[in-house]
C-alpha cells in the first residue's frame, strides 16, 4: 500500500521557507557586524549586582540621562546536570537638545 504523501507537503513547504529564511538572515548578519568583544564591557557586566535599578546620575543632570542596569544569577539542575545562568544588561537612554 503506497504511502499518502501530499498531506505532508504544505508542512515540507513551510518547513523549507523557514530554514531557507534562517540561513538567508544568519548569513546576512555574519556578513554585515562580525562582532565584537570588549574587555572593559566584560568587565563592567561582571561588576553589576544581582536585580534591577535605573538612576539618573547626577553628573549628568543637563543631559536628562538615565542609566539601567539589570542581572540575573542562577545555577539550574535539571536531570543531573548543573548550569549557571549569568545574565547581565547595562542600557542609557540620554534626550538632549541640540540647536535651537
Not at 523549507?16 to 568587565?43: I, K, N
Not at 546620575?57 to 539550574?76: C, G, K, S
Amino acid at each position: 500500500m503506497p504511502l499518502p504523501l501530499a498531506p505532508l507537503l504544505p508542512l515540507a513547504l513551510r518547513f523549507g521557507v523557514v530554514a531557507t529564511t534562517t540561513f538567508a538572515l544568519t548569513r546576512l548578519v555574519a556578513a554585515t557586524h562580525p562582532g565584537r568583544t570588549d574587555q572593559r564591557a566584560e568587565d563592567a557586566l561582571d561588576d553589576l549586582g544581582e536585580g534591577l535599578s535605573l538612576h539618573r546620575p547626577a553628573d549628568r543632570a543637563e543631559d536628562r540621562q538615565t542609566n539601567a542596569t539589570a542581572r540575573l544569577r542562577r545555577v539550574i539542575r535539571f536531570r543531573g546536570k548543573t548550569w549557571e545562568l549569568d545574565a547581565g544588561a547595562m542600557a542609557r537612554f540620554r534626550l538632549r537638545q541640540t540647536g535651537k
